[in-house]
């Protein structure tokens, strides 16, 4: 136990030091998800400094799409942010205005992420060369829905267990995105053996994703249980293949949470 004490001494002196030097982030958004209407042609975002130094931050807008199981951002001008950039004095707020160009021209839910990011003070570093200044990146996901769009329905939503260790494929077949929190994976007796806890991600429509999880080693799932968008209930999801990308291969069955 002594050898390692002098390790352990140095482990604090170090957590001590980042804790006294380190400026905390005081960059805050809200909300942090924008839901718009096929017609709609602005939304409105808040950024808010709610600290003690001048804070500048760039905005910008992406398209989003699911390639392979992943997130994919590309570049758009279909929707834009007004102002692109911005610096906040402390305690001001500021007003972004999220802007569709040409609002009810898609029939299907378009899916957009708006990514911002607080850039590096030249004043703040030099006032504290030593501090470890900690800058943040919000990616807030943007829904447009389609001009012919449905209600968002879960016996859209299908899954299976991947070929690749603790991973589940989760296809959407409907027209709108599909929200996953709070996953549990079990085996056919019940067991849970895998999980992901708060948000899981989302699934757009017509596309997949990889969901990796929190398992300790490989077992055969059966089913997946999981609160779909805003469901006050969990739903149950058999684990079939998607070799075939049907419309419905998994039907979700509320229940009530354990």
Not at 54 to 69: L, S
Not at 90 to 102: C, E, N, T
């Amino acid at each position: 136990m002594r050898r390692y004490l002098p390790c352990f001494i140095l482990w604090l002196m170090m957590l001590a030091l980042l804790s006294r030097y380190a400026l905390a982030a005081t960059l805050q958004v809200a909300p942090v998800t924008l839901d718009l209407q096929s017609n709609q042609r602005a939304a409105a975002v808040y950024l808010t400094n709610s600290g003690k130094a001048a804070i500048h931050a760039q905005i910008r807008v992406y398209e989003w799409t699911q390639k392979n199981g992943k997130d994919v951002l590309v570049a758009t001008g279909e929707v834009v942010s007004s102002p692109a950039m911005t610096s906040l004095a402390p305690g001001q707020q500021q007003l972004v205005r999220i802007i569709v160009m040409q609002p009810g021209v898609r029939a299907q839910e378009q899916s957009y992420r708006l990514v911002i990011d607080e850039l590096p003070d030249a004043t703040s570093r030099a006032a504290n060369p030593n501090a470890v200044h900690f800058l943040l990146r919000y990616s807030i996901p943007v829904f447009i829905a389609g001009n012919q769009d449905a209600p968002a329905s879960h016996d859209a939503l299908s899954c299976e267990q991947a070929e690749m260790p603790a991973t589940l494929r989760c296809f959407n077949a409907g027209n709108r995105h599909i929200r996953l929190s709070h996953l549990e994976a079990l085996t056919a007796d019940g067991q849970v053996v895998g999980s992901i806890k708060g948000l899981a991600g989302y699934v757009l429509p017509g596309q997949t994703t990889l969901l990796p999880l929190k398992q300790a080693s490989r077992h055969a799932l059966s089913t997946l249980r999981v609160y779909l968008n805003d469901d006050h209930h969990a739903s149950q999801i058999p684990l079939r293949p998607l070799a075939s990308r049907a419309p419905v291969l998994g039907t979700a069955h509320a229940v009530s949470p354990d």
